[in-house]
């Protein structure tokens, strides 16, 4: 990891990293044919979804600017997002081959089936569960000139706390944690961990494009915890702002 390492240290994930989340892979769940039942249908039914309320929704950007600097600097991006926005992530950033980590879970098995349905890869992992092998697959896939992408407080939270999972990748490639929201007018909210967020037809969705985090590779623990907090706080504001815009609005 370290600049003054040899190509195959570089390839390898510290034992501090592993300490500050990264997990040792894992073989794969299996799951029951029941739930196997439930897998293929939740996730082509959500992929239909996304697909019919998508193309209703009516989008504004901020920050496009941003995204841009990171593919001049000859760069690619991590994208990182709060786990309630992935269903307007998805239809969103559809088609660009973006390789998500998901979850071995149940939830994370029909949510890779989903998204490979609108043109995304997945590295499965987590923070609990095959996370390093997620991360070196990632870490490959940002080498051959594809980007990545994180639900930063899956798979199961606590919800809106950051993990360091991007700014380890980040610190391992020199590419960029790219931090995004999407903030929707109308919506339906579930009663479920991440309060997951399903746009209503023709839903107004902004979505707000932060500053990239560049990681120096030879980032130390005071550094990488500063980054953290400078993630954190970049999801936070924007989520704030997002808010705002539409109580500014209803207001009006």
């Known amino acids: 990891m370290e600049a003054t390492s040899s190509p195959s240290q570089q390839e390898d994930t510290s034992v501090d990293e592993v300490r500050r989340g990264a997990a ?9 044919l029941w739930q196997r039942i439930q897998i ?60 998500v980590m998901t979850s071995q879970n149940f939830d994370g098995e029909y949510i890779a089936r989903c998204i490979r349905k609108h043109g995304y890869g997945a590295a499965r992992g987590s923070s609990s569960r095959g996370g390093l092998k997620a991360l070196a697959e990632m870490a490959k896939k940002l080498r051959q000139g594809t980007d990545v992408a994180f639900t930063i407080d899956g798979p199961r939270g ?14 391992r490639t020199g590419d960029a944690v790219f931090c995004f929201h999407i903030s929707l007018q109308h919506r339906i909210q579930l009663n479920n961990w991440d309060h997951t967020q399903i746009p209503l037809p023709c839903s107004r969705a902004l979505i707000l494009k932060a500053p990239p985090i560049y990681v120096p590779r030879d980032a130390d623990e005071t550094q990488m915890k500063a980054k953290l907090e400078e993630m954190q706080a970049a999801l936070d504001s924007m989520q704030r702002a997002g808010e705002a815009r539409w109580r500014v609005k209803a207001k009006k």
């Not at 040792?24 to 029951?32: D, K, L, T």
């Not at 950051?162 to 990748?169: C, E, Q, R």
Request: no cysteine; glycine share 8%; hydrophobic share 45%.
């Open 24 to 32: 040792y892979w894992s073989s794969p769940r299996h799951f029951s």
């Open 158 to 171: 606590p919800r809106h706390i950051a993990k360091i999972g991007p700014l380890l990748l980040a610190k």
């Open 40 to 99: 293929s249908l939740v996730s082509q039914l959500s992929a239909w979804l996304i697909r019919v309320l998508g193309w209703s929704l009516r989008w504004e950007s901020q920050g496009d600017e941003h995204l841009a600097s990171i593919y001049r600097a000859g760069k690619r991006a991590i994208f990182t997002f709060w786990h309630e926005s992935i269903f307007a992530a998805t239809w969103y950033w559809r088609g660009r081959g973006i390789v």
